[in-house]
C-alpha cells in the first residue's frame, strides 16, 4: 500500500507491489513473444497485451469490491458462468478439433477459464454458509460434488480434459481446506488408482496419444512428439543462456507446429502442409 497525500486513497489502497511483480512477468511474456514472432508485435504480442490489460482491469475492480460484495456475487457468477459453457456447447466457435469458445468477433472467450475463478467461489460461499456441525456429513459432500461435476462434464464435452482435470483439482483442494474428512479423498483416489487402465481405454485417441508421447516422446518424433522434440533442440542448441533476444532458431526458422486440422493423422502441421 503507498501511502501519500498527494495519490488519492482509491490508488493508495491498492497493492501495488503486486501489481508491479505481475506486470513484471506479464511484460517479459510479451517481449518473448515479440521475439518469438521474429521483431513483430502480430499475431502474438499485441493479442497477449490484450488480454492482460483487459483481466488486470478486472483484478483491480475485484481488489475495490468488498467481502460481502464477493459473498454476494460468488453464486451468480458460477452460474453465470455455466451458463455460457452451455452456449458453448450450443454455438461455440470450433478450433484446433475443439469447441471451446464464444466467438465476441474482437475476442473469444473460453468460459471454462472463468470457471476456475467461480468454482472457488463458489465453494467457498457454499461452505461458509453450511453449518459447522455438518461439515463431516454427506450433506458437505454431495452439493459440492454437483457444483464441480456439473461444469466439469460440460468441459470434457468440449473436449478438454486438461481443463477439466484442473477445474475437478481446485474444488477437491477447496472441499479439503474447508475440513471434509481425508476418507472422502482417499477412497475415490483408490478406486480411480485401481481403475486406471480401464479409464485409459475410455479416453479419446488424441487424449492416450498424449500420455504416450509423455511417457515416450521419441516414439513419434515428427507426429505427436513433434513439440516435445522441437523443445528440446530449442534448449540444447541454446544452452545455458541461449541464442539471444530476436535470434530463436526455432520460431525463425519455421519449425514451431501451427495446429490445423486435417485428414491426416498427424495432430499438427506446419504452414498448413
Same mark, same amino acid.
Given at each position: 500500500?503507498?501511502?501519500? +497525500?498527494?495519490? /488519492?486513497?482509491?490508488? +493508495?489502497?491498492? /497493492?501495488?507491489?503486486?501489481?508491479?511483480? %505481475?506486470?513484471?512477468?506479464?511484460? #517479459?511474456?510479451?517481449?518473448?513473444?515479440?521475439? !518469438?514472432?521474429?521483431?513483430?508485435?502480430?499475431?502474438?504480442?499485441?493479442?497477449?497485451? #490484450?488480454?492482460?490489460?483487459?483481466?488486470?482491469?478486472?483484478? %483491480?475492480?475485484?481488489?475495490?469490491?468488498?467481502?460481502a460484495t464477493?459473498?454476494?456475487?460468488?453464486?451468480?457468477?458460477? &452460474? !453465470?458462468?455455466?451458463?455460457?459453457?452451455?452456449?458453448v456447447?450450443?454455438?461455440?466457435?470450433?478450433?484446433?478439433? !475443439?469447441?471451446?469458445?464464444?466467438?465476441?468477433g474482437?475476442?473469444?472467450?473460453?468460459?471454462?477459464?472463468?470457471?476456475?475463478?467461480?468454482?472457488?467461489l463458489?465453494? !467457498?460461499?457454499?461452505?461458509?454458509?453450511?453449518?459447522? &456441525?455438518?461439515?463431516?456429513?454427506?450433506?458437505?459432500?454431495?452439493?459440492?460434488?454437483?457444483?464441480?461435476?456439473? /461444469?466439469? &462434464?460440460?468441459?470434457?464435452?468440449q473436449p *478438454?480434459?486438461g481443463?477439466?482435470?484442473?477445474?475437478?483439482?481446485?474444488?477437491?483442494?477447496?472441499?479439503?481446506?474447508?475440513?471434509?474428512?481425508?476418507?472422502?479423498?482417499? #477412497?475415490?483416489?483408490?478406486?480411480?488408482?485401481?481403475?486406471?487402465?480401464?479409464?485409459?481405454?475410455?479416453? $479419446?485417441?488424441?487424449?492416450?496419444?498424449? %500420455? =504416450?508421447?509423455?511417457? *515416450? /516422446?521419441?516414439? =513419434?518424433?515428427?507426429?505427436?512428439?513433434? $513439440?516435445?522434440?522441437?523443445?528440446?533442440? +530449442?534448449?540444447?542448441?541454446g &544452452?545455458?543462456?541461449?541464442?539471444?533476444?530476436?535470434?530463436?532458431?526455432?520460431? $525463425?526458422? =519455421?519449425?514451431?507446429?501451427?495446429?490445423?486440422?486435417?485428414?491426416?493423422?498427424?495432430?499438427?502441421?506446419?504452414?498448413?502442409?
Amino acid at each position: 500500500m503507498i501511502s501519500s +497525500a498527494i495519490i /488519492p486513497q482509491p490508488l +493508495a489502497r491498492l /497493492p501495488w507491489r503486486l501489481i508491479f511483480l %505481475i506486470a513484471g512477468i506479464s511484460g #517479459i511474456g510479451i517481449i518473448t513473444l515479440y521475439s !518469438a514472432a521474429g521483431g513483430s508485435a502480430q499475431p502474438w504480442a499485441t493479442k497477449q497485451a #490484450i488480454v492482460i490489460l483487459f483481466f488486470l482491469a478486472i483484478a %483491480i475492480t475485484m481488489s475495490w469490491s468488498s467481502e460481502a460484495t464477493i459473498k454476494k456475487v460468488a453464486f451468480p457468477l458460477y &452460474g !453465470a458462468v455455466l451458463v455460457m459453457l452451455v452456449v458453448v456447447e450450443a454455438v461455440g466457435f470450433v478450433g484446433k478439433g !475443439a469447441q471451446r469458445w464464444i466467438d465476441l468477433g474482437i475476442i473469444r472467450l473460453q468460459p471454462s477459464e472463468f470457471m476456475k475463478l467461480g468454482i472457488v467461489l463458489v465453494l !467457498a460461499r457454499f461452505y461458509e454458509l453450511l453449518p459447522a &456441525g455438518d461439515i463431516r456429513k454427506w450433506r458437505a459432500i454431495w452439493p459440492a460434488a454437483a457444483l464441480i461435476g456439473v /461444469p466439469v &462434464g460440460l468441459i470434457i464435452l468440449q473436449p *478438454d480434459l486438461g481443463t477439466a482435470l484442473m477445474i475437478s483439482f481446485i474444488g477437491v483442494t477447496v472441499m479439503f481446506i474447508a475440513g471434509v474428512p481425508m476418507r472422502v479423498f482417499l #477412497i475415490p483416489g483408490a478406486a480411480l488408482a485401481v481403475a486406471i487402465p480401464v479409464v485409459y481405454q475410455l479416453l $479419446h485417441g488424441y487424449q492416450r496419444k498424449r %500420455i =504416450d508421447i509423455f511417457l *515416450d /516422446p521419441e516414439s =513419434d518424433p515428427l507426429g505427436a512428439g513433434y $513439440h516435445i522434440t522441437q523443445s528440446k533442440i +530449442a534448449i540444447g542448441s541454446g &544452452g545455458i543462456f541461449g541464442k539471444g533476444y530476436l535470434n530463436g532458431s526455432q520460431s $525463425h526458422l =519455421d519449425y514451431l507446429p501451427k495446429v490445423i486440422p486435417t485428414s491426416s493423422t498427424r495432430p499438427w502441421s506446419r504452414n498448413g502442409a
